[in-house]
């Protein structure tokens, strides 16, 4: 009897990693939110002020979006699905909040010519800092999101690296 060959290293394909990695976060998430209903999504009113504080920073950062694409025409065409994210993920906190949410600000500062792409990024990377360490102090579903939103923020840093 021929010996039987084993089997090579075995690679994952882009699918294989996506599926696994959904299902890892998503049990992160269930172990993350997994005490009482009450106390999970009571909301103190110092967490109503952090999340309202995230709504304006992600409103700022729609804000950064819409002044780099005015700056640059180019970039507007090849990154035009990460404004439609943030703005979307902004409406997913503004739900989230409680109460009224003020304005937020457009950032302090434009795009300088020629720069625009590496200005954004810097706006991204701010926001998402921002986001992950509001994180921390949110409960439940409130805090999930804000980790989502944390984490979507980086991959649109990379890609406009």
Do not use: N
Not at 59 to 73: K, N, Q
Not at 99 to 117: C, E, F, I, N, V
Not at 133 to 141: E, H, P, S
Request: proline share 6%; glycine share 8%.
């Amino acid at each position: 009897m021929p010996p039987t060959a084993l089997p090579g290293p075995r690679t994952f394909t882009r699918r294989t990693l996506l599926a696994v990695s959904a299902a890892g976060f998503a049990v992160a998430v269930a172990g993350c939110t997994s005490s009482s209903g009450d106390e999970a999504e009571a909301v103190t009113s110092e967490q109503a002020d952090d999340l309202a504080g995230q709504v304006a920073v992600q409103e700022t950062l729609v804000a950064a979006y819409d002044l780099a694409f005015g700056a640059d025409p180019a970039l507007a065409a090849a990154a035009a699905d990460l404004a439609t994210q943030a703005g979307e993920q902004l409406d997913l906190l503004k739900a989230a909040a409680p109460g009224k949410h003020t304005a937020g600000r457009p950032p302090a500062d434009t795009p300088p010519a020629g720069s625009a792409q590496q200005w954004l990024r810097a706006q991204v990377a701010t926001a998402a800092a921002s986001h992950a360490a509001a994180c921390l102090d949110q409960a439940g579903a409130r805090a999930a999101l804000l980790g989502s939103i944390a984490a979507g923020l980086r991959g649109h840093e990379a890609r406009l690296a």
